[in-house]
């Protein structure tokens, strides 16, 4: 009798854990994952900075949009009050400003404040 | 983005301006380009654009960052600034387990909205199984590449298009149109970053003409802009998926349109061909009348103009006529910031429908499509020193 209650009892605990097992794992969806393989180019670090900007010439790009002037105008004035010496050089063209024109700045600058939009 | 870094990496350093409301944006984008720790500095939208009007107007902005942005030129750069190390992405298959399929779906569909993979809608589970049977639509290969989604350049295969389309609920007899869309979009030749990230409320608007488009129930009567028909909306649904997912696109990180996108199921529709007094477009572009043709081009975003008929008055063909010449020629000042190469990207087209009874009518009065867009084009002109 002693036996046949321990059988029973493990039959039941068998039961239960099972019943518990299957309702914390019924269902399992595999699904595929939707986004696209990008390959981003190799990663670059800023250039070094400028400890001193005395005498240095600074580039200032806005991509022309009329919103951004009134911006631009105060910053270069805030330039040479703070920076005496410094050159402020303006350009403007596209949001990006192309290969040619990159260099044409870079050679004639020695940093730059960049900003698109309106 | 791509200027600044064009510069940077020709030695110079820089700083990228742009308001705090573009931050992510602008990280965004110099992580595209290659350089993820660039130097930014915001300034608060709410000050600038109510007070960008005059120098002495903004100059409290100015004032609040220049000492920041001279810094920014100034400081070394701290050891993460200077670190080229990249993070790499895990595109493998994710398991989900619950107590009774609906669940699973749920905490499916949690995993994927949370992580910015979904339109906000439902999704339907892209299953290995449900993406072969999608697969099943196409003779193509699953490993094809069909070209790149802007902004960040994902590769588009056909079988991470039907991915997308399993969890837009299409079906896959829909695949030749959501494909040839795709290959549309992925163009080269075609500016998809611009209408898929300008602040301006730009939409796609896709159309289908021949022989699939009755053969799949292309709406292309009565709201064919609108909802009711599950292949206008789900091939609508099924690109917009694939942009998001294959682009990396989201609404205020690199999404930046103000509005939104109005009908984020874009405008699918099919040509009228039962109704139109024309050949049907793809004709006229040199294709074959048996052939099935997919047509896509960017528009704006939603607004109505009244042209005549309803409670307005009555019309006649010439009145429409006159009166889509005076909405066209409007915004046509913008030509003159197009002409000098800068912020806009090309001038102003027109997808112009029109009502298959007028349609009939300006055939009777003389008019064939060619004569119309001739017409449509010379009338809104004016001299370029206006």
């Known amino acids: 009798m002693k036996k046949f209650c321990i059988w029973a009892f493990a039959a039941t605990a068998a039961v239960i854990f099972t019943i518990g097992c299957r309702s914390s794992n019924d269902v399992t969806l595999e699904v595929l994952n939707p986004r696209g393989e990008i390959t981003l180019p190799p990663v670059s670090a800023p250039s070094a900075r400028i400890a001193d900007l005395a005498g240095k010439k600074i580039g200032l790009y806005w991509n022309e949009k009329p919103g951004g002037i009134h911006f631009w105008n105060g910053i270069e004035q805030l330039l040479k009050e703070k920076l005496p010496g410094t050159t402020v050089l303006r350009y403007s063209g596209a949001f990006d400003l192309g290969e040619e024109f990159a260099a044409k700045i870079a050679a004639e600058t020695d940093a730059f404040f960049y900003g698109v939009g309106d | ?386």
């Open chain 2, 1 to 386: 983005m791509s200027g600044y870094y064009r510069l940077e990496k020709l030695g110079k350093p820089g700083v990228y301006v742009c308001t705090d409301n573009f931050v992510h944006d602008a990280e965004s984008a110099a992580e595209d380009v290659g350089m993820p720790r660039s130097r930014i500095v915001t300034v608060q939208a709410e000050d600038y654009y109510r007070l960008r009007g005059t120098d002495a107007g903004i100059m409290p902005v100015a004032e609040a960052v220049i000492d920041e942005l001279i810094d920014g030129l100034k400081q070394p750069l701290t050891p993460e600034e200077a670190s080229t190390t990249a993070e790499k992405e895990d595109l493998g298959p994710l398991t989900v387990s619950a107590e009774s399929y609906r669940l699973a779906v749920e905490k499916f569909n949690g995993i994927y909205l949370d992580n910015q993979w979904g339109d906000g809608l439902t999704l339907l589970p892209p299953t290995n199984e449900a993406v072969q049977e999608m697969l099943k639509g196409t003779s193509r290969s699953p490993d094809e590449i069909i070209g790149t989604v802007a902004p960040k350049n994902g590769v588009a295969t056909i079988e991470k298009i039907a991915i997308n389309a399993v969890m837009a609920g299409a079906k896959p007899e829909y695949m030749p149109v959501i494909l040839a869309a795709m290959e549309c979009i992925t163009d080269p030749d075609y500016d998809d970053l611009h209408v898929m990230t300008s602040t301006g409320s730009f939409n796609f608007a896709i159309m289908v003409t021949g022989p699939i488009a009755e053969e799949l129930n292309i709406n292309a009567g009565m709201g064919f802009l609108g909802y009711g028909w599950r292949a206008n909306s789900t091939i609508g649904r099924a690109l917009r998926l694939a942009l998001i997912n294959l682009g990396r696109v989201w609404p205020g990180v690199n999404d930046m349109a103000l509005v939104g996108r109005p009908s984020q199921q874009f405008y699918v529709f099919a040509e009228n061909q039962k109704f139109s007094p024309w050949p049907p477009f793809h004709v006229t572009q040199g294709f074959k009348p048996e052939d099935s043709c997919v047509t896509v081009s960017s528009v704006m975003g939603a607004s109505s103009h009244l042209l005549g008929g309803g409670a307005v008055a009555t019309w006649t063909p010439q009145e429409i006529l006159d009166s889509s010449v005076r909405m066209m020629k409007e915004p046509r000042w913008g030509m003159a910031t197009w002409k000098r190469g800068s912020a806009n990207p090309g001038p102003m087209k027109y997808i112009l429908f029109f009502e298959p009874v007028l349609a009939m009518e300006l055939e009777r009065l003389g008019h064939n499509r060619a004569s119309l867009q001739k017409y449509l084009y010379d009338m809104p002109s004016f001299p370029m020193k206006s």
